[in-house]
């Protein structure tokens, strides 16, 4: 009984990692369920495949090789051969048909409700909300906002080397490719955060890419989309007040935008709401002051050739920055 507990523990370990908000097999999205179900078909039939072979090797090790006049069976090896060759022929014209099938369920359709652009970077996902009117259109960093039950066409973008989009729950993956567009459909069927990663090795912190697609009922998503278009309020801590005026003297201000400021920078993450986002530094750690310190005062040791330089700072200085991106809700 002891050792037959222990032989199932690689099998009830592997079996874990097949539900969560990251799993292939745990769908909550039309996509995802479509994949979903090649992937189980594939799975059974490759099964069923592979216990037939086994039996019929079990068969051809245990019979006898000749007949009784000492002269080898062609015939019904022949047989077996060439209902093997059939077979075969059969199950891989209907897992191609699946999986083609599969594809187009995947696929986009004309009149999504809406369109994010995603742009990978090394190594953070870039998220923007472009509207008709650019007055609308706002950025966001590493969490993607979508209304449930609609499908969100996510138009996807590199800014420098191949990375890979994938969301398990909701969807497969899609690469990224500098200089070309590719298309995603996502649409979540009920409310909840799904997480997400780089699928695709882009270079030393690859595995510290990770991103949070959050589907909203409609309303709160309206609600988000409102709180998101606005400008960064003028704080009213002093601490926080002190520390707008100092991240406007540093060189923050150029690499960062915070709308409603001078602040204008293009090279790093938009920083208007950062203090409403879950994570920093695409899902390095929970967005709390004492992280936003830390990662402010030296981010080459949090995640190590990232394109943000240390800025000299005074610990008065850093206090009161840290406090100032809290409170960008």
Not at 166 to 192: F, H, I, M, T
Request: charged share 15%.
């Amino acid at each position: 009984m002891r050792a037959a507990r222990i032989l199932l523990l690689p099998i009830i370990a592997a079996v874990a990692g097949c539900s969560g908000n990251q799993s292939a097999l745990h769908p909550q999205g039309a996509p995802a369920i479509h994949i979903e179900h090649l992937i189980i078909g594939i799975t059974v039939i490759c099964t069923v495949v592979w216990l037939l072979v086994m039996i019929v090797l079990g068969w051809a090790l245990l019979r006898k090789r000749s007949d009784d006049s000492g002269e080898p069976r062609e015939r019904p090896l022949t047989m077996i051969v060439g209902s093997a060759v059939a077979a075969t022929v059969i199950i891989i014209a209907g897992l191609t048909i699946a999986s083609f099938y599969t594809t187009r369920g995947i696929g986009l359709p004309e009149n999504a409700a809406l369109t994010i652009t995603v742009r990978a970077q090394q190594w953070w996902w870039q998220v923007i909300y472009a509207d008709a009117d650019p007055a609308l259109s706002f950025q966001t960093a590493n969490e993607i906002h979508i209304p449930v039950g609609q499908a969100v066409r996510i138009q996807l973008e590199s800014a420098d080397v191949v990375h890979s989009f994938w969301v398990p729950s909701l969807a497969g993956k899609q690469d990224l490719v500098p200089g070309r567009r590719n298309s995603l459909l996502l649409r979540a069927e009920r409310p909840g955060i799904y997480h997400g990663q780089c699928a695709e090795f882009c270079g030393l912190q690859h595995t510290h890419m990770a991103m949070m697609v959050i589907a909203d009922e409609p309303a709160d998503y309206q609600r988000w989309i409102a709180a998101q278009r606005g400008n960064s309020v003028m704080p009213t801590d002093p601490d926080a007040a002190a520390g707008k005026l100092a991240f406007l003297s540093k060189p923050c201000a150029a690499c960062h935008t915070v709308r409603g400021t001078p602040a204008t920078g293009t090279t790093g993450p938009d920083l208007t709401h950062i203090g409403s986002r879950h994570t920093i530094a695409a899902g390095l750690h929970e967005t709390t002051r004492g992280s936003l310190a830390a990662w402010i005062a030296d981010p080459q040791t949090l995640k190590p050739g990232n394109n943000m330089p240390m800025v000299p700072l005074t610990s008065v200085e850093l206090r009161d920055i840290s406090a100032y991106m809290e409170s960008l809700k």
